[in-house]
Every structure is written in structure tokens, then in C-alpha cells.
């Protein structure tokens, strides 16, 4: 089959095997010129290696580029406003950073010229779609190479194999072939030796925390403050959004917070064992929690947690850009602006727990919910609504009564 012509490639460029392979495989196939584009989210790489190595695989141009704080301004701190939680239990640590990416592949593809994107998200996992809707969402002109798809390979053993015969260095080997994709916000561990449920994943990959056993014996005190929703400061100590989040990493993997070993439902329809650590997103999501228990009205607070499943399903499934997406989003930055004040929380062998939370914007009254004698509540008013609450119950009860 011919292949379409294609002049100029931007790359969404990681500097690991996938993407390697793919920028040499690209120039190849398609006798293009290819620009590697590197978003920095915090992932904690040598990016100057990475330039590099993509300069010395072929790239024409690379760009690098630090995005860190509007990662977690723009993107993580939405999503944490929507208590965003997948299946209930996967913070969508990879799922939120796509958008970011395509979105600045799309941007840099208009500067650039080029005809085309591509990505080396695999045909069988969910970052295919997420990259693809993006930057159809953005630009449904755009050419998009996606290798998995098309090219002969059909296990990054084969890829390994590619890389030594081009002499292109790669960190993956046949013995330890599982992947890993960090970022500010989390790092998710897939594939190779983890790709057994039943077997527990080794510790010696953990690398944003210790076990949980080997955390301090004593616990750690934290005090959050948020503004509207969002975390502003630590223990009094304001900081931008992708410091804090660094800073609460740093304590939660301290005292081996936020481990998640889950099989999750892919959005291509297959079950994926993905494991997780996400030390300071777990922190926040606990302390957020913690302040709207005080500050959101109960019926707002029930009718956002309503919303919660189908919020984080467009998030997982890549739907950043989509209308219901950002309808969603309004509804949800709409029932935080009263989310202001202080939460406390406590660390301790791998649980993050709320043992304080106070706000002037609090709807907690003692007065009101004292066990002890107040005036500001008459418990007899009680049996007039459970009695009312009860009617549609009692006439069930009859009706049942004289079919007998």
C-alpha cells in the first residue's frame, strides 16, 4: 500500500524506547523531516539528554519545553476540584497529561508547518485515543502517524531489537520490560513481569515512596489551605501550584502514601493491570474532601458526587476537549467557591486521614449539631418529618395488608 506524503512530523517525544524507535522508524518510512517535542511535567528526566538523543536519532528540531506549572494549574487542580477518581480508585495521573501534550503538538505543528502528529501510545491502550481526540478536538485537518497501528512490530521485545541494530540507546531490557510513564502528579507501572494479577508487584519499583512498612513509626502532621477549591499553601507556606504539589510528593512518599494496584477497564473495551503512586494527589484529594464536608451544602455537595463517575470517565477516556467535559467543569467550579479554609491531616504508614478542617465559610454550627442541651434545635419537631418522610412507606405497607 503507498503511503500518503508526508513533509514534516511533529513527534510527542519521551526519549524512552517507544518514541525512539518511532522518530528513526518515522524518517524511514516516510523520508520526512521529524521535530521532537518534549513537554517537561514534572517527570524528573535529564531533558537535556533527552534533546539530545532525539538530535542524535534525527530529529531536525527539538523542542523542550517546561509546562510543569500549567500541568497542575490548568489541569491537575481542575480535576481535583471534581474529586476525579476512576473506578474508585485511579487519580488519572497519565490520563490527565495528554491533553497537555496534543495540545502543544497541535500548536507547534501550525508554527512548524507540518503536515503531520504522531504519538507512541500502542494500539491496545487508551493513550491512543486521548492524544487522537485532542488533536482532532483541536485541528480535524490534522494527519495523525500512529506506529503501533501500522508498523510491523508487535512487542517492545521486537523494539529492543530495532533500537540495537540502529544503535539507538534504550533504558528497557528483555529482563525487565514493564513500563513506566511519571509525571508531577503520579507514575503508572505496566506491562512485562506486572501483567500477572495475582502476583504483587515488586517494591524495588516503587519510586516515588517507601512501603509503607518502612515509613517513620511516627506520624507526620500536614495543615492545607485552599482557596476556592484549590491548594494555595502548606503549613502557612504559600507556593505555586507545581511546588506544592512537589512538596506534598516529597511528605506523602516520605511516609509511603498513595500506592493503587488496580485492573482497570480500558476504554478499547480490555481489562489492563496498571499499578500507581500518587503520593501528593492523594494527599489533596483526602484534604479537599475534608474541607468540602464543611463548607459545600448537602445537596450540591450529593449532586456533584453524582457527577463524579462520568467526570472522571471523560477524563480517562480523553474527552479534556469535549463540550460535556467543560459544561461538567463549570457545574463543578461553580460548587467550590465556598471550598476556603485550613485541613489537617495526618500521614502515617500509608494513610492519609483528616483530623482537622475549619473555614469561615463552614456551614457546621455546634449549636446546632451538639449532643448536649441547646436551644437553637427542637428535637420534637423530628416526628412530624420522619412522619412525613414515612407516608409513601406506610401506604406501601397497606397496600400490602389487603392483598393478604
Not at 524518517?27 to 521532537?36: G, K, N, R, S
Not at 492523594?282 to 479537599?288: D, E, F
Request: charged letters at 25%.
Amino acid at each position: 500500500m503507498k503511503r500518503q506524503t508526508i513533509k514534516k512530523v511533529v513527534l510527542a517525544y519521551s526519549g524512552g524506547l517507544d518514541t525512539s524507535v518511532i522518530l528513526k522508524w518515522l524518517q524511514e518510512t516516510y523520508d520526512c523531516e521529524v521535530v521532537a517535542f518534549c513537554a517537561d511535567l514534572g517527570q524528573g528526566e535529564n531533558l537535556k539528554a533527552v534533546k539530545a538523543k532525539a538530535l542524535a536519532v534525527g530529529a531536525s528540531k527539538v523542542y523542550v519545553e517546561d509546562l510543569r506549572e500549567v500541568f497542575v494549574k490548568d489541569h491537575i487542580f481542575p480535576m481535583l476540584r471534581g474529586n476525579a477518581v476512576y473506578e474508585g480508585t485511579y487519580l488519572l495521573g497519565t490520563s490527565i497529561a495528554r491533553p497537555l501534550i496534543a495540545k502543544r503538538q497541535i500548536e507547534l505543528a501550525h508554527k512548524e508547518g507540518a503536515d503531520a502528529v504522531s504519538h507512541g501510545s500502542t494500539g491496545k491502550g487508551n493513550d491512543q485515543v486521548r492524544f487522537e481526540l485532542t488533536y482532532l478536538a483541536l485541528d480535524p485537518r490534522v494527519r495523525i502517524i500512529a506506529p503501533w497501528r501500522d508498523w510491523a512490530f508487535r512487542s517492545r521485545r521486537e523494539l529492543i531489537d530495532y533500537a540495537s541494530s540502529h544503535g539507538i540507546p534504550v533504558t528497557a531490557t528483555k529482563a525487565k520490560p514493564y513500563s513506566t510513564d511519571p509525571n508531577l502528579f503520579h507514575i503508572s507501572y505496566e506491562g512485562g513481569i506486572l501483567e500477572d494479577p495475582w502476583k504483587a508487584p515488586p517494591d524495588e519499583i516503587f519510586q516515588m515512596t517507601v512501603s509503607p512498612e518502612k515509613a517513620p513509626n511516627k506520624p507526620q502532621f500536614v495543615e492545607i489551605d485552599y482557596d476556592r477549591g484549590d491548594p494555595v499553601a502548606v503549613n502557612g507556606k504559600t507556593m505555586s501550584p507545581a511546588t506544592l504539589l512537589a512538596h506534598l510528593n516529597r511528605l506523602g512518599g516520605a511516609h509511603g502514601i498513595g500506592r493503587v494496584d488496580l485492573v482497570e477497564n480500558r476504554y478499547v473495551g480490555m481489562k489492563s493491570r496498571g499499578v500507581y503512586e500518587t503520593p501528593g494527589g492523594t494527599i489533596l484529594h483526602v484534604a479537599h474532601r475534608g474541607l468540602e464536608s464543611i463548607t459545600m451544602d448537602r445537596e450540591v455537595l450529593h449532586l456533584r458526587d453524582s457527577l463524579i463517575p462520568r467526570y472522571a470517565e471523560l477524563i480517562y477516556y480523553g474527552y479534556w476537549y469535549a463540550p460535556e467535559r467543560e459544561m461538567l467543569q463549570k457545574a463543578i467550579d461553580e460548587a467550590q467557591q465556598h471550598v476556603t479554609g485550613t485541613v489537617r491531616v495526618k500521614l502515617y504508614k500509608g494513610g492519609c486521614t483528616v483530623v482537622g478542617r475549619r473555614s469561615e465559610q463552614s456551614l457546621y454550627r455546634l449549636d446546632l449539631a451538639t449532643f448536649e442541651e441547646d436551644e437553637a434545635y427542637r428535637q420534637k419537631d423530628a416526628e412530624g418529618f420522619i412522619r412525613l418522610n414515612a407516608l409513601r412507606l406506610a401506604i406501601q405497607a397497606q397496600r400490602r395488608t389487603q392483598k393478604k
